[in-house]
């Protein structure tokens, strides 16, 4: 299975960052591994998104994605991207 460049999504949504929200569900169901899921937030620093890593910065069952602690979103409109 070719694994799509993680720039450049096949399917992704938005979420706004609420600086305490941690859970965040995304509605996509067409098929794909956990692996195939790639975890973006905004970096008001940079002004890009910064990728997240798995099991470090989150885990993620089924369509949810769980911030581990240190890493909640801020606040922000569309900060988050999946």
Same mark, same amino acid.
């Given at each position: 299975?070719?694994?799509? +460049?993680?720039? @450049?999504? !096949? ?11 941690? /859970?965040? &569900? ?9 692996? +195939?899921?790639? @975890?973006? !937030? ?11 890593? /798995?099991? &470090? ?26």
């Amino acid at each position: 299975m070719a694994i799509p +460049d993680p720039l @450049v999504p !096949v399917t992704q949504e938005r979420f706004n960052g609420t600086g305490s929200l941690d /859970k965040f &569900t995304f509605s996509f169901t067409n098929p794909f591994e956990e692996d +195939d899921v790639f @975890v973006y !937030v905004w970096n008001t620093t940079t002004a890009v998104y910064d990728l997240k890593t /798995k099991d &470090t910065h989150y885990t993620q069952s089924g369509q949810e994605i769980t911030f581990t602690s240190g890493n909640i979103p801020a606040t922000g409109t569309g900060n988050v991207l999946i």
